[in-house]
């Protein structure tokens, strides 16, 4: 089983990644693969999308049942602005009530997500509960990083 994402190097114009069911706990190595199209890793041990490449052909990302609890991860993929699938199904985070509505709201090319086509009345939602809302993290950035509770 793999363990860690290595050895594509000379892979210059990789457009799909699969290695799913393996034992991989970290995304890494992926920085210069700028054509990689799909990536497929479920069925691993990630736990964070810390750090995620920046993949601007990116389109399709499958990290179902790892092990991603918060949903502020989303955070660090939301740079991928070509994404139109993601699938993050049987990760703690998907229980948040708030899920699939802050995902949408999110990546607004997104076409499916887990599987589920995305419905325009639920990207007129989201933007009813997310535009103008002045979330800890927009808030974090205005204080130049500064906890809230220290200001």
Known sequence: MIQR????ENLEKLQKLELGMNKISRIENLDNKKDLLNISLEDNQISTLENFPNLPNLMELYLGNNQIQNIKEIKNIKGLCKLIILC???????????YRTYVIFNFNKLKVLDGIPIEQHEQQISKEMFVGRLTEEVLSKRLNGHKISTV
């Open 88 to 98: 993050i199904s049987g990760n703690t985070l998907t229980k948040d009530l708030n």
């Open 5 to 8: 994402i290595t050895g594509l």
